[in-house]
């Protein structure tokens, strides 16, 4: 068995839990109302915007070793740059305050995801990243797509409102065949453990992040 499928046997029961939230059936079914919506691109753009800064740092503190690792990195940069704004721009879209966004302050759950994010990569492994990788991207295939077509169709909201979610649901789906091509390169144990045990903490972070959105008040 190769790691990417050790990855994945190795989260399945914390990928299921994650997918248990109710949002997420909520969502496509088209049973979110536009509070909840522009609440959910809130706490995204909270964490988007931490996407390419946390790269950078993982790229500048892998070692000599991966190298070919830094070189994906370098090349993940380029994909996610500027994607925090298609979120302001979807927040606009669909009637909120983007302004606003920016200069908020996250919910306490993004807090804590992002600075787990952080903490693995400037004093854990900052291999350990594509865990978070594995966790962001892998919902994105899983729920992006259906969930802006069913929201979208709900709220008859225009397509301007959906950047973030389509694209990611597009775009995702290719960064899995090269991520899974990543981590069937990851060879060292160390790295492979800090990437499994990240993965396994984001799916509970990142599960609260869509929990909090639950519990968002509305408007």
Same mark, same amino acid.
């Given at each position: 068995?190769?790691?990417?499928?050790?990855?994945?046997?190795?989260?399945?029961?914390?990928?299921?839990?994650?997918?248990? =939230?109710?949002?997420?059936?909520?969502?496509?079914?088209?049973?979110?109302?536009?509070?909840?919506?522009?609440?959910?691109?809130?706490?995204?753009?909270?964490?988007?915007?931490?996407?390419?800064?946390?790269?950078?740092?993982?790229?500048?503190?892998?070692?000599?070793?991966?190298?070919?690792?830094?070189?994906?990195?370098?090349?993940?940069?380029?994909?996610?740059?500027?994607?925090?704004?298609?979120?302001?721009?979807? =927040?606009?879209?669909?009637?909120?305050?983007?302004?606003?966004?920016?200069?908020?302050?996250?919910?306490?759950?993004?807090?804590?995801?992002?600075?787990?994010?952080?903490?693995?990569?400037?004093?854990?492994?900052?291999?350990?990243?594509?865990?978070?990788?594995?966790?962001?991207?892998?919902?994105?295939?899983?729920?992006?797509?259906?969930?802006?077509?069913?929201?979208?169709?709900?709220?008859?909201?225009?397509?301007?409102?959906?950047?973030?979610?389509?694209?990611?649901?597009?775009?995702?789906?290719?960064? =899995?065949?090269?991520?899974?091509?990543?981590?069937?390169?990851?060879?060292?144990?160390?790295?492979?453990?800090?990437?499994?045990?990240?993965?396994?903490?984001?799916?509970?972070?990142?599960?609260?992040?869509?929990?909090?959105?639950?519990?968002?008040?509305?408007?």
């Amino acid at each position: 068995m190769g790691f990417y499928a050790e990855l994945l046997a190795g989260t399945e029961a914390e990928r299921a839990e994650f997918l248990a =939230i109710p949002l997420f059936s909520a969502a496509v079914a088209g049973q979110v109302s536009l509070a909840t919506y522009q609440a959910f691109l809130t706490q995204a753009y909270h964490h988007v915007k931490h996407t390419v800064p946390l790269l950078m740092a993982v790229g500048a503190r892998l070692p000599e070793r991966l190298e070919w690792l830094r070189e994906a990195v370098a090349e993940y940069v380029r994909e996610e740059y500027g994607h925090q704004e298609w979120v302001l721009d979807d =927040i606009r879209a669909c009637g909120g305050d983007p302004e606003a966004v920016r200069h908020g302050a996250p919910a306490l759950a993004t807090d804590r995801m992002v600075a787990y994010a952080w903490d693995t990569v400037m004093r854990r492994n900052p291999a350990g990243f594509f865990g978070m990788v594995l966790v962001l991207e892998g919902t994105s295939v899983n729920l992006a797509t259906r969930a802006a077509r069913a929201i979208q169709s709900a709220l008859q909201l225009p397509d301007a409102a959906f950047s973030y979610l389509t694209s990611h649901g597009e775009l995702d789906q290719s960064h =899995i065949g090269y991520f899974e091509h990543l981590m069937e390169r990851l060879d060292d144990p160390g790295d492979q453990s800090a990437v499994l045990w990240c993965a396994r903490q984001m799916y509970g972070l990142y599960g609260d992040v869509f929990r909090s959105v639950l519990q968002a008040p509305q408007a």
